[in-house]
């Protein structure tokens, strides 16, 4: 069963920054793609970036390229996301999310979730 537990959500002023985890167990080779997405109230949930376990390769949402880095250690299971020059439109709750290979920004390729952590960013 995967199991998916993010971390490291607060409170920050703008152009503050923040690191989340997402530390993941009971994954297989099918879980390939590990991708953080954010859902702010009243809007639907957004894509952030995703990374490939094998490849390392990334992908970004145009709102956050070039402030937030994602990253997946090596021989394990944790993923980061590193979010530098924090902005009140970067508030949410983040999720971390588990799909397979074809999983891209889209949240309906993914089919793990992760409960959330809540970002806050004040003008």
């Known amino acids: 069963q995967v199991q998916l537990v993010e971390s490291g959500g607060g409170y920050v002023q703008t152009g503050g920054s923040l690191g989340l985890a997402c530390f993941a167990s009971?994954?297989?080779?099918?879980?390939?793609?590990m991708g953080w997405f954010r859902q702010a109230p009243g809007k639907e949930r957004e894509f952030v970036a995703r990374v490939n376990r094998i490849t390392y390769s990334t992908s970004y949402a145009d709102s956050v390229k070039g402030r937030f880095t994602i990253s997946a250690e090596i021989g394990k299971t944790t993923v980061s996301l590193q979010m530098d020059s924090l902005k009140p439109e970067d508030t949410a709750v983040y999720y971390c999310a588990a799909g397979p290979l074809i999983a891209g920004s889209s949240s309906e390729e993914y089919d793990h979730w992760g409960q959330g952590t809540q970002v806050t960013v004040s003008s």
């Open positions: 009971g994954l297989t080779v099918s879980n390939t793609i």
